[in-house]
């Protein structure tokens, strides 16, 4: 059986593979920009991110120190369906050398189809929200948000290993250990630290 192209590319934005040219402050590289698909929105209180983008300079700091959790939209959700949502940053702590990714900044699981239908989040978090907040000197880092169809009689859980940090996170083994297979919908932003 054949694995379809844009999975492939996916796979090499997900998995790191991928260590093409930087992004500048206002563009995004052809395989940044393509790693967006399927719908899924990220609203924060003064930005969406319904599509890959670069966050302005403006908003740098909002999101690093004030902003929470955003909302989440997936109008492609299925209204008895459960959902793992997935955020990551796979250039910890730089996109050179990126030694402690992936870096788990959040990780719901049993999240409910009618609640992203409506722009929420209901599920349980596993991981709580942590900001993106890259080093002064990393340059910009891209932060992915992965939405995965769960198995209804497939728990999702960490393991104790996993449980103690969030960096070196391996999320191909995650993804295979609960068989949650391609993402459904995704899409990312990059950004750096507000002060560089």
């Known amino acids: 059986m054949a694995v379809p192209l844009p999975f492939l590319v996916l796979c090499a934005c997900v998995l790191g593979l991928y260590r093409g040219v930087e992004a500048t402050p206002d563009a995004l590289s052809s395989l940044d920009a393509s790693f967006c698909q399927g719908g899924l929105e990220v609203v924060y209180p003064e930005l969406d991110v319904d599509e890959c983008l670069v966050i302005p300079k403006d908003l740098r700091e909002k999101m690093s120190t004030v902003w929470n959790a955003p909302n989440v939209y997936f109008p492609g959700a299925q209204i008895n369906q459960m959902y793992v949502l997935v955020?990551?940053?796979?250039?910890?702590?730089?996109?050179?050398?990126?030694?402690?990714?992936?870096?788990?900044?959040?990780?719901?699981?049993?999240?409910?189809g009618d609640a992203l239908k409506k722009g929420q989040i209901r599920g349980t978090a596993l991981t709580n929200y942590q900001r993106p907040t890259p080093p002064r000197t990393s340059g910009f880092h891209r932060y992915q948000f992965m939405l995965f169809e769960q198995h209804p009689d497939a728990p999702v859980s960490l393991t104790k290993q996993e449980k103690s940090s969030s960096a070196k996170w391996d999320l191909w083994a995650f993804i295979t250990r609960f068989d949650l297979g391609e993402p459904v919908a995704t899409v990312q932003f990059l950004t750096q630290n507000y002060k560089a």
């Open 87 to 112: 955020m990551v940053d796979p250039d910890a702590p730089s996109h050179a050398q990126p030694k402690a990714a992936y870096w788990r900044h959040w990780l719901v699981v049993d999240v409910q």
